[in-house]
């Protein structure tokens, strides 16, 4: 699975950052319930950025329980269709690796989920590979080091996958990484839905949006120890204002995000919100506000445009474009255009 670069719509969300801020910091702001909801549904159906995403299904919450959710669009996914997660899938292994670790990550963990190990020249898996074997393919480069990409932050699978091998999962296929994975998030239970279409820890993930929710949750309640972890050991993934720290990345270059332990932080200065976020190529939009205290999600999972030369309509591009004006008309209670 290949990671390819994509644009996001700021214009709007610039205009918007004084008012998200108040909203999210100051207690004497009370949206009534009802008017945040409304205002969610309406910008998910009419807001410009949102319609090119359906159909979709979305949802906020907080730690304890969903708040709100709805479906947009003809024949959209349900909370409980199973969707590929793509790079959502990378925040499940980052939490992995903070249950195993008891929260105390090493050093080298944190070059790892950082991108910086310079393990760089990994494409993808096949179905029936060990994680191992996919590790060490020759579509993989035989899992090599790129010494060029050591102590550089490079957005590529290949981190995941090595470090994967080095936490003991190397023999492990589809169904017995599913369950080592569900096993060392058990805070969240035994029970949710966990699929790998392969062996990649850090794309092929496949699950639904209420029970990645649960997730979502446990690191908002406390539960998962990455919770604590959000946004730590952060590091530019802009090429172009971090020259000499990045070498390449799918955010867009107007925009400076960082990258922390499996997940983005979306602290761009001009347009950023400061959440936390990890979203899949196919459109799977998994996102923690700053203050930790909401989650959302923006379910879909679409193949076209997948590769398309104007990287805006690409499937990740378009959820972030709408997720994040939900997100400001639920912290708002103004509906986005």
Same mark, same amino acid.
């Given at each position: 699975?290949?990671?390819?670069?994509?644009?996001?719509?700021?214009?709007?969300?610039?205009?918007?950052?004084?008012?998200? /801020?108040?909203?999210?910091?100051?207690?004497? $702001?009370?949206?009534?319930?009802?008017?945040?909801?409304?205002?969610?549904?309406?910008?998910?159906?009419?807001?410009?950025?949102?319609?090119?995403?359906?159909?979709?299904?979305?949802?906020?919450?907080?730690?304890?329980?969903?708040?709100?959710?709805?479906?947009?669009? *003809?024949?959209?996914? /349900?909370?409980?269709?199973?969707?590929?997660?793509?790079?959502? /899938?990378?925040?499940?292994?980052? *939490?992995?690796?903070?249950?195993?670790?008891? =929260?105390?990550?090493?050093?080298?963990?944190?070059?790892?989920?950082?991108?910086?190990?310079?393990?760089?020249?990994?494409?993808?898996?096949?179905?029936?590979?060990?994680?191992?074997?996919?590790?060490?393919?020759?579509?993989?480069?035989?899992?090599?080091?790129?010494?060029?990409? $050591?102590?550089?932050?490079?957005?590529?699978?290949?981190?995941?996958?090595?470090?994967?091998?080095?936490?003991?999962?190397?023999?492990?296929?589809?169904? =017995?990484?599913?369950?080592?994975?569900?096993?060392?998030?058990?805070?969240?239970?035994?029970?949710?839905?966990? !699929?790998? !279409?392969?062996?990649?820890?850090?794309?092929?993930? $496949?699950?639904?949006? !209420?029970?990645? %929710?649960?997730?979502?949750?446990?690191?908002?309640?406390?539960?998962?120890?990455?919770?604590?972890?959000?946004?730590?050991?952060?590091?530019? &993934?802009?090429?172009?204002?971090?020259?000499?720290?990045?070498?390449?990345?799918?955010?867009?270059?107007?925009?400076?995000?960082?990258?922390?332990?499996?997940?983005?932080?979306?602290?761009?200065?001009?347009?950023?919100?400061? &959440?936390?976020?990890?979203?899949?190529?196919?459109?799977?939009?998994?996102?923690?506000?700053?203050?930790?205290?909401?989650?959302?999600?923006?379910?879909?999972?679409?193949?076209?445009?997948?590769?398309?030369?104007?990287?805006?309509?690409?499937?990740?591009?378009?959820? $972030?474009?709408?997720?994040?004006?939900?997100? %400001?008309?639920?912290?708002?209670?103004? &509906?986005?255009?």
């Amino acid at each position: 699975m290949r990671h390819t670069p994509f644009t996001l719509h700021a214009s709007a969300l610039s205009l918007l950052l004084p008012l998200l /801020s108040q909203a999210a910091t100051d207690p004497n $702001v009370r949206i009534p319930l009802a008017q945040r909801t409304a205002a969610a549904h309406l910008t998910a159906r009419q807001a410009a950025a949102c319609q090119p995403a359906q159909p979709f299904y979305w949802e906020i919450g907080n730690g304890e329980r969903m708040l709100a959710s709805g479906q947009s669009g *003809a024949k959209a996914p /349900s909370a409980h269709t199973n969707l590929a997660l793509a790079s959502a /899938s990378k925040w499940l292994y980052g *939490a992995y690796v903070a249950e195993q670790r008891q =929260g105390a990550l090493t050093a080298q963990d944190i070059r790892f989920l950082s991108f910086q190990s310079g393990y760089t020249r990994f494409r993808m898996c096949m179905p029936g590979q060990t994680v191992a074997e996919c590790q060490a393919s020759l579509l993989n480069g035989l899992g090599r080091m790129d010494t060029a990409t $050591v102590g550089l932050f490079d957005y590529n699978g290949g981190h995941m996958q090595k470090h994967a091998t080095l936490m003991g999962l190397g023999a492990l296929n589809n169904e =017995g990484l599913a369950m080592a994975i569900k096993l060392a998030l058990r805070p969240i239970g035994p029970d949710w839905s966990l !699929s790998y !279409s392969q062996p990649q820890l850090a794309g092929g993930g $496949v699950s639904n949006a !209420s029970d990645y %929710a649960r997730f979502l949750r446990g690191m908002i309640k406390g539960d998962l120890k990455l919770g604590a972890l959000l946004g730590q050991h952060a590091v530019c &993934a802009n090429p172009q204002t971090c020259p000499g720290q990045a070498v390449s990345t799918p955010i867009p270059l107007s925009e400076t995000w960082h990258y922390a332990l499996g997940h983005w932080v979306e602290d761009d200065p001009k347009v950023g919100d400061g &959440a936390f976020s990890s979203p899949g190529a196919f459109g799977f939009y998994p996102w923690i506000d700053a203050s930790k205290s909401l989650y959302g999600i923006l379910a879909r999972d679409s193949r076209d445009n997948e590769t398309a030369d104007t990287s805006d309509l690409r499937p990740g591009a378009q959820s $972030v474009n709408c997720g994040r004006l939900i997100r %400001a008309a639920w912290v708002t209670g103004q &509906a986005q255009p």
